[in-house]
């Protein structure tokens, strides 16, 4: 599902690219990201299953926050209304002070280019576009006339400045991370979003990864929200929200 909303991101931004909205901030900036009373159904033939309920919490600014659960216990859906990659059913998600429920699909993906990232687990890249063409995707979306030269220091700060010439089939998982992540920190983004950014990598890659996760975020002042079946991935975050049956079972602080 992650891969049909990330390309429906992509596909209303480029339909919308031209547009300037005033997304304007009703609401007082003590948090970036603030979830009250969140809902969520899909409907599988004749019944209706709730995938999430009475979800209720916030994120501020340059937070570390991890959302684990077993699988199936709606964590990723979670974190697609977060982004607003998905409508809710009911409740309201302010990103950046902007109520989702009152943009329409181009203004949501103007908001997300702005100022959201993006990683997952299968990577996103699109496969006829060079890691370098890739990377500059989001900048050149926002009509910035330096997106190569800021693409190709994002490659080279992800060790991968000799790379830039290749297709994501010619890179390993661990570079193809490497990209995607380059690529998600490109627009400076307020928080990002990372479902499972480890979870094709071995532990080795997956760790470096990781590492260089951290240290991309706290260098940038970025807010990060991760999805994971990894606690000690987990725990490098500061705050750990747990979700089981499609509710919230523990919200606490984790060492860091």
Do not use: W
């Not at 300037?20 to 009703?26: D, G, I, M, V």
């Not at 699109?126 to 979306?141: I, Q, R």
């Amino acid at each position: 599902m992650e891969s049909i909303l990330y390309h429906k991101h992509l596909f209303i931004l480029l339909k919308s690219q031209n547009l300037r909205f005033a997304l304007k901030t009703t609401y007082a900036m003590t948090s970036i990201l603030e979830i009250s009373n969140l809902e969520k159904s899909y409907t599988s033939g004749s019944k209706k299953l709730k995938v999430l309920e009475d979800i209720n919490f916030s994120i501020t600014e340059n937070e570390t926050f991890a959302i684990v659960g077993p699988s199936g216990s709606g964590k990723t859906t979670l974190l697609g209304l977060c982004a607003g990659l998905d409508r809710l059913d009911a409740g309201s998600v302010i990103l950046n002070g902007t109520e989702l429920s009152s943009l329409s699909e181009d203004e949501r993906a103007v908001l997300r280019n702005r100022d959201v990232g993006f990683v997952f687990q299968d990577f996103q890249l699109l496969p006829t576009l060079t890691a370098l063409e890739n990377v500059a995707v989001p900048l050149e979306l926002q009509g910035d006339r330096q997106a190569t030269k800021k693409a190709e220091a994002l490659l080279q700060k992800v060790g991968l400045g000799d790379r830039g010439d290749h297709y994501p089939t010619q890179l390993s998982g661990g570079e193809q991370q490497r990209v995607a992540l380059a690529r998600a920190f490109a627009n400076e983004p307020k928080i990002l979003f990372a479902d499972e950014p480890t979870g094709n990598l071995d532990a080795e890659t997956g760790a470096k990864v990781v590492e260089l996760l951290f240290e991309l975020n706290k260098e940038l002042g970025t807010t990060l929200v991760l999805v994971t079946h990894d606690m000690e991935l987990a725990r490098k975050t500061q705050n750990i929200l747990t979700i089981r049956g499609g509710k919230i079972a523990n919200l606490t602080s984790a060492a860091v």
